[in-house]
Nanobody
Framework: QVQLVESGGGSVQAGGSLRLSCAAS????????MDWYRQAPGKDRDLVAR????????NYTKSVEGRFAISSDRAKKTVYLQMDSLKPEDTAIYYC?????????WGQGTQVTVSS
């Protein structure tokens, strides 16, 4: 059974930083990509960042380019999202997702709140 557990969320003022972590467990965990999504109140869940685990290639939604950075530590089965220069519009629940050949897995989410 694969489990993803996010951590690192919290409340910060605009301009601040947070680092989210997503730790995976499970003997058969072998994703080819990992994503961070976010969902603000009353809005859809949107892709924020993606990392291809073999090549290390990354992609970001335009609104976070230059401010957020996704990275992975395959030995620790952990993916990170470094978030700098946070804005109030970054306020959302952040979820990690593992993209595997057999399907995808989601974490339970971690709240990020940015005040102006």
């Amino acid at each position: 059974q694969v489990q993803l557990v996010e951590s690192g969320g919290g409340s910060v003022q605009a301009g601040g930083s947070l680092r989210l972590s997503c730790a995976a467990s499970g003997p058969t965990f072998n994703p080819f990509a990992m994503d961070w999504y976010r969902q603000a109140p009353g809005k859809d869940r949107d892709l924020v960042a993606r990392i291809m685990l073999i090549t290390g290639n990354t992609n970001y939604t335009k609104s976070v380019e230059g401010r957020f950075a996704i990275s992975s530590d395959r030995a620790k089965k952990t993916v990170y999202l470094q978030m700098d220069s946070l804005k109030p519009e970054d306020t959302a629940i952040y979820y990690c997702r593992a993209d595997c050949a057999v399907g995808d897995y989601w974490g339970q989410g971690t709240q990020v709140t940015v005040s102006s």
